[in-house]
Nanobody
Framework: QVPLVESGGGLVQAGGSLRLSCAAS????????MAWFRQAPGKEREFVAT????????YYTDSVKGRFTISRDNSKNTVSLQMNSLQPEDTAVYYC????????????????WGQGTQVTVSS
């Protein structure tokens, strides 16, 4: 497992932007597929975006395509989520996750999780 720490959440008005970051604590991301999930109150945790080890492949849930961008810097063991044109429905706790292997959209397939960071978008 890889200890993960997220940062960058906060309160923003609709149409605004935030950048989330996730860093490995004392470990390398080497070989790991990374992803962002989010969980709104009363809802299940849902997939947002994922990026493979080489950063050559990215996938997004339909609701964030064209607005969010996932990226990683393996030399710094960090993964980021740039979120633009935020909407109130994007309000949730956002989690960084890691798994060794190919991409997955299921939270159950990820073995390492951060503590989460709150994103609140006001209308």
């Amino acid at each position: 497992q890889v200890p993960l720490v997220e940062s960058g959440g906060g309160l923003v008005q609709a149409g605004g932007s935030l950048r989330l970051s996730c860093a490995a604590s004392g470990r390398s991301f080497g070989g790991y597929t990374m992803a962002w999930f989010r969980q709104a109150p009363g809802k299940e945790r849902e997939f947002v975006a994922t990026i493979n080890w080489s950063a050559g492949l990215t996938y997004y849930t339909d609701s964030v395509k064209g607005r969010f961008t996932i990226s990683r810097d393996n030399s710094k063991n960090t993964v980021s989520l740039q979120m633009n044109s935020l909407q109130p429905e994007d309000t949730a706790v956002y989690y960084c996750a890691a798994r060794m292997g190919v991409r997955s959209w299921s939270p159950a397939d990820f073995t390492s999780w951060g503590q989460g960071t709150q994103v609140t978008v006001s209308s």
